[in-house]
């Protein structure tokens, strides 16, 4: 009987570890306003990136709605002869097209197949605002306690903006 | 930094401040010990993900922005040193541009140097597409880096460099996390070699006080 218990036990670490392996190899990161997400990919070959709705709003914030791609007040409408581009039904789970969407938006898309990891970087929509307000772009960065300072914190005040780096 | 100090310190203006940011993939690691060294009064922070380097679209440290007290960007990037250690590499003499800085702490928006809106607006380009899919290649090289993948990081810095040549904050950051010789079959000095007599820093031109 014990013996037939450890047997079982490690068909079941044997299958786990098979498992989890599989999972490594599968998995896909996808990297959104600088915030990294595991998602399930599509297993399908291509060279698009399909992630499922759920995992579309975990990694963006963007859902599909009737009138578009929409996070709070910005929504992006897909051309109605194209939404087979974008959305594909499968089974029981629905998929979105996340390159699809960034060549819609202009959006840069760098990709390491290896490591399953996707950048997206900044929409056409962010890029480049502040040039006909000149208005300083704002940031949020730590000091060397990991205090947080923003820029707008300073309103009132002249700032001298300075990078510099060790290398 | 032990010169932004002093030079902050001796203005002593509560209108004016400094805003240093390091662009230092290794974060408090690397620029940690400068910062400790310099015991600033002024604001100094890390930014491991070149946020301030993508957001303001900058090539090249130092580079300063003036900012007034609107938040309306009055001077943009230009390069800035606080004194002239290394001159005989650049040819930018420090002072012209800590007297222009006094003048503008003293005389605000009425400075000879505050630039007209106008001519900001001349100076500024919105990114090119190039630039900003160098700066999506070097996050995802970033990224990988810190995730210890440094060897899969390499091809992406160097997508990021071909894309943006002219970018030194994206090859310079990039040797100094390698071994540049061996991983990219160059080094720094041999960069400026290269330019042979071309400037290092864009040119800066100051107005004349009258």
Known sequence: MIKVLICFALFGLLASATSSSAADNARTVVIYDGRSTDVSASAEPSKDLWITM?????????????????????????????????????????????????????????????????????????????????????????????????????????????TWASW | MPGWQKFYHDLNDKNFEIISIAQDTGGVKDAGQWITAAKPEYTALIDDKHVVTQLYNMVNVPTAVWINEKGMIVRPNEVAY???????????????????????????DRSVFVMKEKEVKERLNPPSSDRTMADAEFALAEYLYKNGHGDDAIPH??????????????????????????????SFMKEVQKLNGKPYYAPRKLPQKP
């Open chain 2, 82 to 108: 606080v004194d002239n250690r290394y001159k005989a590499m650049h040819g930018i003499d420090a002072g012209p541009y800590l007297d222009a800085i006094r003048d503008w702490v003293a005389n605000g």
């Open chain 1, 54 to 162: 759920d995992d579309l709003k975990r990694a963006t914030g963007f859902v599909v709605k009737p009138q578009g791609v929409c996070r709070d007040e910005l929504c992006f409408p897909l051309p109605a002869k194209r939404k087979d581009e974008f959305i594909l039904k499968k089974g029981k789970a629905t998929w979105f097209n996340l390159t699809a969407f960034a060549t819609l938006v202009k959006q840069p898309v760098a990709r390491d197949e290896k490591n399953g990891t996707w950048y997206f970087g900044k929409r056409e929509d962010e890029r480049g605002t502040y040039l006909a307000s000149l208005e300083a772009p704002n940031f949020t960065l730590p000091d060397i306690s990991g205090k947080m300072h923003s820029l707008a914190d300073y309103r009132g005040k002249k700032v001298l903006l300075i």
């Open chain 2, 157 to 186: 810095f160097k997508e990021a460099q071909r894309l943006d040549p002219e970018n030194w904050n994206y090859k310079r950051q990039a040797w100094a996390l390698s071994d540049a010789e061996k991983n990219y079959g160059t």
